[in-house]
């Protein structure tokens, strides 16, 4: 199953793989859990269900489709052609996929999730391409069960009453938004962590209900903080007085906030020396509620700094201890990230705070997650070069001997580094590692295909299993961070179920 961006600011399900009831049971579900549209639909053909009656099975059919709600249900197959009086709402119906094709039914899609559910037979994955909004050949596909994989991981490390808030900052590392944000809402999560407050906002208008703590608000944003209702971290005694003061103009009592510490890390958050004045402020406010104290370790991932880290863990114990004298009401505290939450076991407290971990990537046990994106694009054109000839800006791909290279289109735009030149970096095609040739360009770049038998169109991948996206940060001296929110929002985002 893949979830894509459609025409029409629609999302397209693509489930169009095999068809009986139980598994039009779990795609419906997946496409209720859509919540970035009001609207949704369902494409589908006749069941491939040989073991029961059809007059069963379609009666089955419509019941499940009746009770899902739907905006539009299309009907494509002879069996359906037959059984479309069971099926109530707005229907129209089709004897094959070229009938559909050919209609002018796919121009009604608009802002909707879109349900393509079919066996592989009827070939629904032409319509898939035409409702699929379009882009160049390269796309980032995220595996929603390596994801699912990582979470129960860092699961089974908590206590079973531990929270877990999940940083979703940065287009979720580059993984998308309300995609990942919804999926974690069916996984039970607590609470959802941004930096900026237009990220907050974007998931609110995607349906997105869960606790969001926004982590830099600005002044400015203040008015969309209350509107999305959004929850801002306050850090300094400026913060907290302006945001009161706001609060107070709108005549809103107890609204939630998170208090920052700063315990070594020297970014954002109240220090040591505050904490007395901290505790008189926050007993003369009264239109504030503390959801959370928390603070942000250093240096968790590196062994050689445990004795700075289990420093922070103590102070930031002392200091929520001062607070919780001046408070008559419990609240959260929080301070590991996703190395934290492998190391530091002692300081799980109430909640944890699960970043890159999510998406794959650690430090310390690598071993225990998968990677969940996968970068590829394919060959755009294949050309040979003569000696003495060169390749690409500032001709500083040289050409020894007679080679054969390909041109791909992905580039530095894309988030393609362009540190990867020259050989520095390769992709990997039909099984073997092709190096860059030349400078990346802004939308393309080329590999040396010395070696590989390739033919235009052929997939290439940039990053993924053969070529983890650590190893792919160290070749440029980065951390994968970098790497994965480069990756610019114009790479088409596939969710794989």
């Known amino acids: 199953m893949e979830i894509l961006a459609g025409i029409n600011n629609c999302t397209i399900i693509n489930d169009s793989y095999n068809s009986d009831l139980n598994s039009i049971l779990i795609a419906i579900d997946v496409l209720n859990r859509q919540h970035q549209h009001k609207k949704k639909s369902i494409i589908i053909s006749d069941i491939v269900q040989k073991e029961q009656n059809k007059e069963e099975l379609y009666e089955k059919l419509s019941k499940i489709l009746n009770k899902a709600k739907l905006n539009h249900i299309i009907l494509v197959g002879n069996e359906l052609y037959k059984n479309q009086k069971l099926i109530k709402g707005n229907t129209f119906t089709f004897k094959n996929i070229e009938e559909l094709i050919l209609s002018s039914v796919l121009n009604k899609f608009k802002d909707e999730a879109i349900l393509i559910k079919a066996d592989r037979k ?174 942000h370790l250093a240096a968790t991932d590196d062994g050689f700094h445990d ?35 492998e190391r530091f076991s002692n300081a799980h407290f109430d909640m944890v705070r699960l970043g890159i971990g999510l998406y794959g990537i650690s430090p310390t046990y690598q071993d225990k997650l998968r990677h969940i994106s996968t970068l590829k694009t394919t060959i755009s054109q294949i050309k040979t070069v003569n000696p003495n000839e060169t390749v690409g800006y500032s001709r500083k791909g040289t050409i020894l001997k007679k080679t054969k290279i390909a041109i791909l289109p992905i580039g530095y735009a894309d988030g393609f580094n362009r540190k990867f030149s020259n050989g520095i970096g390769r992709v990997y095609i039909n099984g073997k590692f092709a190096p860059i040739i030349g400078n990346i360009c802004m939308d393309l770049c080329m590999v040396d295909l010395t070696g590989i038998e390739a033919n235009e169109n052929d ?31 114009r790479v088409k985002r596939v969710y794989i179920h």
Not at 270 to 292: G, P, R, W, Y
Not at 461 to 474: D, M, R, T, V, Y
């Open 459 to 489: 997939e290439v991948i940039i990053f993924g299993e053969q070529i983890p996206i650590s190893k792919l940060a160290e070749l440029i001296e980065t951390i994968a961070y970098e790497i994965l929110t480069g990756i610019s929002q």
């Open 307 to 341: 004795d700075f880290t289990n420093q922070q863990i103590s102070d930031y114990k002392n200091l929520t201890l001062q607070i919780k004298k001046v408070l008559p009401y419990n609240f959260i505290s929080h301070i590991v990230n996703s190395s934290g939450i």
């Open 122 to 295: 009827f070939e629904f994955q032409k319509l898939s391409e035409i409702l699929q909004q379009k882009s160049n050949s390269t796309v980032l596909e995220i595996s929603m069960k390596a994801l699912t994989h990582n979470l129960n991981y860092f699961k089974s490390l908590l206590k079973p009453e531990t929270k877990i808030m999940v940083m979703v900052k940065a287009f979720s590392y580059g993984s998308g938004t309300h995609e990942i944000a919804n999926w974690l809402k069916y996984q039970q999560i607590d609470y959802l962590g941004v930096a900026l407050t237009y990220e907050g906002v974007e998931l609110r208008k995607a349906g997105v209900s869960l606790p969001i703590m926004v982590m830099n608000p600005s002044f400015e944003s203040y008015n969309d903080i209350i509107n999305y209702k959004l929850e801002p971290e306050l850090y300094n005694f400026s913060s907290l007085k302006k945001f009161s003061e706001f609060v107070e103009k709108k005549d809103i009592n107890q609204y939630s906030v998170h208090i920052k510490l700063d315990t070594g890390m020297k970014r954002l958050g109240f220090v040591k020396n505050d904490i007395h004045k901290l505790q008189n402020e926050l007993k003369q406010i009264k239109n504030l509620k503390v959801q959370s104290v928390f603070s």
